[in-house]
């Protein structure tokens, strides 16, 4: 085609597409629909040429200040709702499964393993509130699953994850919970505050760009693992915590929100929080591959 028009240039370059070599299947799919999408935004919004400067500089900016400790296109992915879209697409729970939702960048492998009601808390703070967590993992039948390994994480009283504050010990609020025969997991930990996602660079400037906050709701990160069932990666909300109807990465989910509740001298915690998880067939993630 020599005369590329406002008109054609969109099915023009879908025609290219394997037109010299060919590709698979799945590769043609996902490059159309990113050409259509793609030229359907710059019509709709008729995108001038200034402004696909400033997306250019902004990617290029974006992805220099990538390091192994930080994936700026997550952040942003998440800022867009990108990631928990994807989670859940790949993520299908038919079957009552708990649901999962996003990561996030403050995962670090390897945390202790702890024997069952241990405390991950290594340093306290004057504001903490103490919390015993347990509850079950079971399969979507309601067998409980034995020698699950949930691995949990959270932020300080003070928001800010060990990892990103000099001033914490090292996986201080981190720990692993092999769940027993009767797939009874337990732990105790501090209530989770809200806190900014990080918004230096360049997801501060998109977050500020959209008019939007920065702030996520109180929560608990948890990672189930057990071979035959798919990973299930979540978050536990506190339900008296602000932001749970305006997460900046709209991550929460109704069925993820806990009820913390006051402890018992039992526990010997201020909180007490029962959650269980209910893990989905490998196959299933099979079938999301
Ligand atoms: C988090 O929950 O740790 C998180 C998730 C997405 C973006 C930033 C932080
Ligand atoms: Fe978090």
Redesign the pocket.
Known sequence: MRNVTVDNVTDVVVEAIGASAPIPARQKEIMTALVRHLHGFCKDVNLTHGEFMQACDFLARAGAVCTDKRQEFI?LG?ILGVEVLVDMISNPTPNGETTGT?L???FRENAPVLPHGASIVQKHFDNEETVFMEGYVKDASGKPIAGAMIDVWEDAPNGLYENHDPDQPDYNLRGRFETDENGYYAFRAIRPVPYP?PSDWTAGEMISFMGHHTM?PG?I?VLVNKDGYRPLIS?LYDGASDYLDNDS?F?VKENLIGSFQKGSEEHGTDLYVQFDFTLADQSLAMAAE
Do not use: N, S, W, Y
Request: charged content about 15%; cysteine-free; hydrophobic content about 45%.
């Open positions: 952040l998440d996003v996030g960048p403050f996602i996520r929560h990160h978050q990465v991550a």
